[in-house]
């Protein structure tokens, strides 16, 4: 079996603890705040997400950039003149540029180096939904599955990772243009707050309302309620906008509908928090459909 490496980029939300377990490498995408560019490395080299978060809540704002196709070919090139191949599992294309540029890179270094493959996977996913994907596809290597065995896998699965978000300041959703400020100013008042998923095309869209904060997280394991599959073998994700007691919370509820032992906690990593805000809270597993 030809030897192969799985690259994603840093919207996965995976722990550089994770990272490390898995095996895999990662791309980390950058975002602005205050006039300084910062790279989201797993490892928070750059800045700790709970600074992050404080600086947004005291009112900075952060613009986000996708990968190029230059940092792609830094990132890719450099494993092919090792004589291996690349697996890319790419931030949702409904949401970035990233899997776009992935893809070109793709092409290109695939004419440089005729011998090597390269292939990328559009996951449709986001945060801890696209590490859970990478999760997956790192434990099919582990068992012995070829790149093309994995990226099929992949690709016939990836619409059956559920994500689940609530937020807890419909001001940061109203500031990236997705609900009206008429909508946001209401909503603060009434306590009302949005239940959203990333659909099949990779969107992040609302899809419902709930009263209340602890109504909104118990609307997130309902919907899981819906859908999962059989929980044997799954593993379940939760990330977070610098909330933990409430991703607890979530987890808990999962815990003691489900009988599920192992949960992984995470931030909400800057490039997606800098748009939800803090007290984002999304669950993530395998359902029948998204």
Not at 125 to 150: D, F, R
Request: charged share 25%; hydrophobic share 45%; glycine share 8%.
């Amino acid at each position: 079996m030809g030897e192969y490496v799985i690259l994603t980029d840093s919207s996965a939300d995976l722990t550089a603890e994770l990272v490390a377990e898995l095996g895999v490498e990662v791309i980390p995408l950058s975002f602005t705040m205050e006039d300084k560019t910062y790279f989201n490395y797993p490892d928070n080299r750059d800045i700790d997400p709970a600074d992050f978060y404080a600086r947004l809540r005291g009112g900075a704002m952060a613009t986000t950039a996708a990968v190029n196709v230059a940092d792609y070919t830094e990132a890719i090139e450099p494993i092919l003149k090792e004589g291996k191949d690349v697996l890319v599992l790419a931030f949702s294309s409904g949401l970035s540029a990233t899997c776009h540029s992935a893809q070109i890179a793709a092409g290109e270094l695939m004419e440089q180096y005729p011998d090597r493959k390269v292939y990328v996977v559009d996951t449709l996913c986001a945060s801890l939904g696209q590490g859970l994907l990478v999760w997956y596809a790192a434990n099919l290597k582990k068992q012995g599955k070829t790149m093309e065995e994995v990226r099929d896998w992949t690709e016939e699965h990836k619409l059956n990772l559920c994500h689940w978000f609530t937020v807890d300041d419909l001001h940061f959703l109203k500031r990236g243009g997705r609900i009206s400020a008429a909508t946001a100013v209401l909503g603060t008042m009434l306590s009302i707050k949005p239940v959203m998923h990333v659909d099949n095309e990779g969107h992040l869209i609302k899809v419902g309302t709930a009263r209340g904060r602890n109504a909104s997280l118990k609307a997130l394991v309902d919907h899981m309620e819906q859908t999962v599959l059989d929980l044997k073998d799954q593993a379940i994700f939760i990330s977070h906008g610098d909330c933990l007691a409430d991703a607890q919370k979530v987890a808990d509820d999962v815990k003691a509908r489900f009988g599920v032992e192992s949960i992984i906690i995470n931030y909400v990593g800057p490039v997606i928090g800098a748009h939800s805000g803090p007290g984002t809270v999304a669950l993530f597993f395998m359902g029948s459909e998204r």
